[in-house]
C-alpha cells in the first residue's frame, strides 16, 4: 500500500535503566567501516610507492642511496596515510573488548540482579538474603549502588 509505515520503539523507564544489569553494547560498524574506508587511499600510496621503487623512468640502474631514501619518505608517507585506519581499528578493538568483557559478566551480574528487590515505597534497593559476603542483606541501597554492585559482581563496574 502507498503511505503506510511501521514503527516500532521501546520504551525503558528510568527505574528499569536505573537498575540494569548491564551497561549498553556499543556498536562497532561504524568505526570499522571507517577503517576500510580509510585504508583504500594508504592502499593507492603503497602501491604508487612500490611500482615508482621498481619502475624509474629515464634511469636503467639507480643509486643506493636514492632507493633507500626512496624507501625511508615513502614508507612514512604510507604509515602517514595510513594513520587514521590505524586508529579507527584501534577504536573497533576497544570497543570489541569491552562489549565481550560485558558479555562474559553477564551471568554472574544477572544472578544477582535478579535476586535484588526494589522497594516502591522508600525508593531503594536491597537484597533479601545473599550468598557473597561483599554484598549486604538487607540494607538500602540507591538505584546508583545497587548498579554498582551488580557491574562490580559481572566484572565491568568500571567500564
Given at each position: 500500500?502507498?503511505?503506510?509505515?511501521?514503527?516500532?520503539?521501546?520504551q525503558?523507564?528510568?527505574?528499569?535503566?536505573?537498575?540494569?544489569?548491564?551497561?549498553?553494547?556499543?556498536?562497532?560498524?561504524?568505526?570499522?567501516?571507517?577503517?576500510?574506508?580509510?585504508?583504500?587511499?594508504?592502499?593507492?600510496?603503497?602501491?604508487?610507492?612500490?611500482?615508482?621503487?621498481f619502475?624509474?623512468?629515464?634511469?636503467?640502474?639507480?643509486?643506493i642511496?636514492?632507493?633507500?631514501?626512496?624507501?625511508?619518505?615513502?614508507?612514512a608517507?604510507?604509515?602517514?596515510?595510513?594513520?587514521?585506519a590505524v586508529?579507527?581499528?584501534?577504536?573497533?578493538?576497544?570497543?570489541?573488548?569491552?562489549?565481550?568483557?560485558?558479555?562474559?559478566?553477564?551471568?554472574?551480574?544477572?544472578?544477582?540482579?535478579?535476586?535484588?528487590?526494589?522497594?516502591?515505597?522508600?525508593?531503594?534497593?536491597?537484597?533479601?538474603?545473599?550468598?557473597?559476603?561483599?554484598?549486604p542483606?538487607?540494607?538500602?541501597?540507591?538505584?546508583?549502588?545497587?548498579?554498582?554492585?551488580?557491574?562490580?559482581?559481572?566484572g565491568?563496574?568500571?567500564?
Amino acid at each position: 500500500m502507498i503511505g503506510t509505515a511501521v514503527t516500532e520503539r521501546t520504551q525503558t523507564t528510568q527505574l528499569a535503566a536505573a537498575t540494569r544489569y548491564t551497561p549498553p553494547l556499543v556498536s562497532t560498524a561504524r568505526p570499522m567501516a571507517l577503517g576500510l574506508l580509510m585504508t583504500v587511499p594508504a592502499l593507492v600510496v603503497l602501491i604508487t610507492m612500490v611500482s615508482y621503487l621498481f619502475a624509474h623512468p629515464g634511469v636503467d640502474h639507480p643509486a643506493i642511496i636514492d632507493t633507500i631514501t626512496s624507501v625511508v619518505f615513502g614508507s612514512a608517507f604510507v604509515l602517514a596515510v595510513a594513520s587514521p585506519a590505524v586508529i579507527a581499528f584501534g577504536l573497533v578493538r576497544s570497543r570489541v573488548r569491552r562489549n565481550s568483557l560485558i558479555c562474559q559478566g553477564r551471568p554472574a551480574a544477572y544472578a544477582l540482579w535478579s535476586a535484588g528487590m526494589y522497594c516502591h515505597r522508600c525508593g531503594f534497593c536491597y537484597w533479601p538474603t545473599t550468598s557473597d559476603p561483599r554484598i549486604p542483606a538487607r540494607q538500602p541501597l540507591s538505584t546508583s549502588q545497587f548498579r554498582w554492585a551488580v557491574w562490580n559482581a559481572g566484572g565491568y563496574a568500571h567500564v
